[in-house]
């Protein structure tokens, strides 16, 4: 079953804490026991791969409860439902959510904080991170989900209406960044100059020119995929050059047949479709810059558990 969201588990949550003390991983644990949640469900992450998504739910569920009173933390790490939330446990409530905790003055105070931030965008987010199903990480990372995704479609598209010398000089420094063909000076001599066949240029591999990388640039509208016979004369050309390396880049895709196919090939051959190629620009900064850095910080424990 999916994991429920944060609010879905509030009262779950404090019936837990009910119990006795806590801590947010036995919680999770005892709840996917008794949300029969699989192996797979228990071990799911955050897209940003930094928590798994059950015990980031359980924690921001205990958060918000804990700023209505209903939770209190007698010790670091360990949480137990407090008197008020032991009371409002016994009127045996269906759910427990924001507006159930919006009734509490501790929450509201909380919640009302908001409105007096001098920043409109951290005002939006706490307001959103309060109301939303998902929790703030949630929303921050598909917030970057929907980012990327808009950034790369906008990339792909500016390279499409870019001319094909362009479209040479973006390959020469995306391997440059990647750390081939020694400097740009050198990569960009090499690469649109072999004009043997299917060969577009060649790059070496390291500074030194130990060993080199034969590259084929297709510059295709998306649709217009590149198929086997395209990579097999690619290949052709290697054989025939005794060459053992290639890369074999388009702005579009290519088909089930090519792909099927260069993974068979005793020569190394990588494939870069479109979607391939915007990855390795952002990653290795081609063509984007950063707009914008947002810096979450956490508390400090250790901090405040030295002892002077």
Known sequence: ????????????????????????????????DRL??????????????????????????????????LIDSPKRGVFVASDAGKALLATKPQRIDVDTLKGYPAFAEFYGQTGTSSQP???????????????PEEQIDAAHAVLTAALKADLLQRVLEQSPAFFERLIVELLVAMGYGGSHEDAARQLGKSGDGGIDGVIDEDRLGLDRIYVQAKRYAAGSAVGRPEVQGFVGSLVGLGASKGVFVTTSAFSRQAIDYAKALQQRVILIDGARLTELMMEFDVGVRVSRMIEVKRLDQDFFDYDT
Do not use: C
Not at 15 to 26: M, Q, S, Y
């Open 1 to 32: 079953m999916p994991i429920p969201d944060y609010q879905a588990l509030m009262l779950p949550v404090l019936a837990i804490a009910a119990e006795g003390e806590t801590r947010v991983p036995l919680a999770a644990e005892t709840l996917a």
């Open 36 to 69: 029969a949640l699989t192996e797979a469900e228990r071990d799911e992450m955050l897209p940003s791969g930094k928590q798994r998504l059950l015990h980031n739910r359980v924690h921001w569920a205990k958060f918000y409860m804990s700023k209505a009173g």
């Open 121 to 135: 965008d951290q005002v939006a987010a706490t307001v959103a991170a309060t109301n939303s199903d998902a929790t």
